[in-house]
Nanobody, 122 residues
Framework: QVQLVESGGGSVQAGGSLKLSCATS?????MGWFRQVPGKEREGVAA???????TYADSVRGRFAISKDNAKNTLYLQMNSLTPEDSAMYFC???????????????????WGQGTQVTVSA
């Protein structure tokens, strides 16, 4: 199976930055970042297709950037201008097949990492 391991989470003040990493055994799959807060629905944050095309949630567009390094088999999420609303457990996910316009739908993904916590203080 595809294994995913997130890292890079932590605590920062509002306005700060963090860069999350996701080590994977299959970087050529379609990949995505999702986040979840207790009591709220899981939210798609950013996604990158195997061909490199990216998709962002409106709430993070212009602040976050998803990328991948095929040589290192690693997915990244650069997060800038963080606010308390960005606080959540962040998960990376992968799937061999994705349906158009469903890149930010968690139900479209087959494999998931364990998550890394991001906390942004005001």
């Amino acid at each position: 199976q595809v294994q995913l391991v997130e890292s890079g989470g932590g605590s920062v003040q509002a306005g700060g930055s963090l860069k999350l990493s996701c080590a994977t055994s299959s970087i050529n799959y379609h990949m995505g970042w999702f986040r979840q807060v207790p009591g709220k629905e899981r939210e798609g944050v950013a996604a990158i297709r195997s061909d490199g095309a990216t998709t962002y949630a409106d709430s993070v567009r212009g602040r976050f950037a998803i990328s991948k390094d095929n040589a290192k088999n690693t997915l990244y999420l650069q997060m800038n201008s963080l606010t308390p609303e960005d606080s959540a457990m962040y998960f990376c996910a992968a799937t061999p097949v994705i349906v158009a316009n469903r890149e930010l739908d968690g139900r479209a993904y087959r494999y998931w990492g364990q998550g890394t916590q991001v906390t942004v203080s005001a």
